[in-house]
């Protein structure tokens, strides 16, 4: 017979099934992983680290095979910077601005020269304010043909930009402190990889699959132990990771393929190869798709390995079958959410081009299965799988590497170990 739930209560110990367990506020920290479990990560987790490392080495891109870098403007034009000082001219399709102190063009210093700026009709329709900000090009030579030489770029968006980044930054690490500043430089050094290493590799034509692997590998190794910490519970969610992100890997080659996904969809795709032959574009939307699922793979694994953990926390005499099934309802909901999340973040970033199909005549199936569209399906499709099988796979992870209910200590008693803010165990003083 078991013990009457009255008497557990009494002494601070309830199960999952138990109404109030989930507050258990009278319960300690869930005890660290044991030793045995610790060994068993390393030991799964070491040598795929390795295998990634020596793919870096293997696919790491020769400086010389590397294509050169495309200048901006021809022999004997300038980029120069200038600011918005009248009114937009419809008739000769042009807007008055100033140019920069300091700035030289044709050998000659123009800075702070008043100056006739030639735009397009589409963005002469969008609108100059004065003060807007522009980057404009010096053409030598035009001028003599009776026209101005200086002609429209872009707008210069580097301050606002920059203000918003540092709103960011300062938002992350007012609320998450350290633990957001860790993020952050995971993040710059994930950005590290793929500048140093991805993108010389995709335009050398090494296999992208394989960047793919080693980069999205590489990455996560670098940001979860970063940002959460070197402790089983971080390995838990990382070896979820890995796994997810390796059915990506293999959903995305055989999706791509038997959909005919070229890449060829972007005005960027057709001439990027007339600077790199060796380029596989085919590929590098493959790689595309792998990269794209690491940012909401990392977010469902470290939350469902937190979850398992935490669970243990309030509920030390849980069966691992029991917080199995408990986290996996965490994990339905953040499936649920996720599923919807992904389709609005596309939509959000494809508006225009959704706006087109919309006034095309012509079905909902052909648009949603050709050209850009049928590319970007893809990449959902398989990234949600893979991301809905990491959930389970990360779930059944934590279920056995948390510590047992034999390991966990049915309430916090001065003389025990506390858990640090790391995860680690700090021993008590004098012993």
């Known amino acids: 017979m078991t013990e009457p739930t009255t008497r557990r209560a009494a002494r601070g110990v309830r199960r999952l099934d138990e109404p109030e367990a989930v507050h258990g506020h009278a319960h300690g920290p869930a005890a660290p992983a ?25 696919l790491w891109p020769a400086a010389s095979d590397v294509p050169a870098r495309i200048p901006v403007a021809a022999e004997g034009s ?44 589409e963005y002469l329709a969008y609108g100059f304010d004065e003060g807007d900000r ?19 770029l872009d707008f210069e968006r580097g301050l606002p930009i920059g203000i918003l980044a540092a709103a960011y930054a300062l938002v992350v690490l007012a609320v998450a402190r350290w633990r957001g500043l860790a993020a952050l430089a995971g993040l710059a050094g994930a950005f590290a990889v793929i500048g140093w290493f991805t993108l010389p590799a995709l335009l050398t034509g090494q296999d992208a699959l394989g960047v793919a692997l080693v980069t999205s590998s590489l990455v996560m190794f670098v940001v979860l132990y970063v940002a959460h910490g070197f402790t089983a ?8 990771t890995l796994v997810g992100l390796a059915l990506t890997a293999l959903l995305g080659s055989w999706g ?32 595309g798709l792998v990269l794209a699922g690491m940012g909401v793979l990392n977010d469902v694994t470290i939350t469902q390995a937190s979850a398992v953990w935490e669970l243990r926390a309030v509920a030390p005499l849980a069966t691992r079958a029991e917080l199995f099934t408990r986290a996996m309802r965490i ?47 893809v990449r959902t499709l398989v990234g949600s ?15 056995v590497a948390v510590p047992g209910a034999a390991s966990s200590a049915p309430g916090p008693q001065p003389e025990q170990a506390a858990e640090t803010a790391t995860g680690e165990v700090a021993e008590p003083r004098g012993r």
Do not use: K
């Not at 937009?88 to 807007?95: H, L, P, Y």
């Not at 519970?233 to 979820?240: D, F, K, P």
């Not at 996904?261 to 060796?278: C, D, N, R």
């Open 256 to 287: 791509s393929g038997a959909s005919n996904i070229t890449g060829l969809t972007s005005e960027e795709s057709l001439w990027i190869p007339q600077y790199a032959p060796a380029i596989d574009i085919q590929g590098v939307v493959l790689c």
């Open 78 to 121: 300038t980029v120069l910077r200038a600011t918005v000082t009248g009114p937009v001219d419809e008739e000769t399709s042009s807007v008055l601005a100033r140019l920069d102190d300091g700035s030289r063009a044709g050998g000659q210093d123009v800075g702070g020269d008043e100056i006739t700026v030639q735009a397009p009709p």
């Open 331 to 377: 994990g339905r909901d953040h499936i649920a959410s996720t599923v919807y999340t992904i389709a609005f973040a596309y939509v959000g970033a494809a508006l225009p081009l959704l706006m087109a199909v919309y006034l095309s005549d012509q079905s909902l199936a052909t648009s949603l299965t050709s050209g850009e569209i049928a590319e970007e399906v």
């Open 233 to 240: 519970r971080t390995s838990t969610a990382l070896l979820g």
């Open 134 to 152: 522009l980057r404009v090009l010096f053409i030598a030579g035009a001028e003599a043909g009776g026209g101005t030489p200086f002609v429209f």
């Open 385 to 399: 799988i893979g991301l809905v099988l990491a959930i389970p796979i990360t779930t059944a992870i934590a279920a």
């Open 34 to 58: 044991t030793r045995r479990v610790r060994l068993t990560l390393t030991a799964l987790l070491v040598p795929l680290l390795l295998a990634t490392l020596a793919g870096l080495v293997a």
